[in-house]
């Protein structure tokens, strides 16, 4: 059986795992819908999917 002590340790942890899944997630779409937008500009042309990520990536990152 866990003591007290130990059961607020495992909840703060869970909770911190949680909470950093939730910002993964949000950060993860504002890359996808900046690097949509990116991709727009250049008329969706194929090949430049990986460039257009990287770019969202920085300027998401970078705000």
């Given amino acids: 059986m866990l003591t007290k002590k130990n059961d607020l340790n495992v909840v703060k942890r869970t909770s911190a795992a949680l909470f950093d899944d939730a910002e993964k997630k949000i950060r993860q ?16 042309i194929t090949g430049y999917e ?14």
Avoid at 50 to 63: R, S, T, V
């Fill in 29 to 44: 779409a504002k890359i996808t819908e900046a690097a949509y937008y990116i991709s727009e500009k250049r008329g969706f």
């Fill in 50 to 63: 990986m460039d257009d990520w990287l770019k969202a990536e920085k300027e998401i990152i970078n705000k």
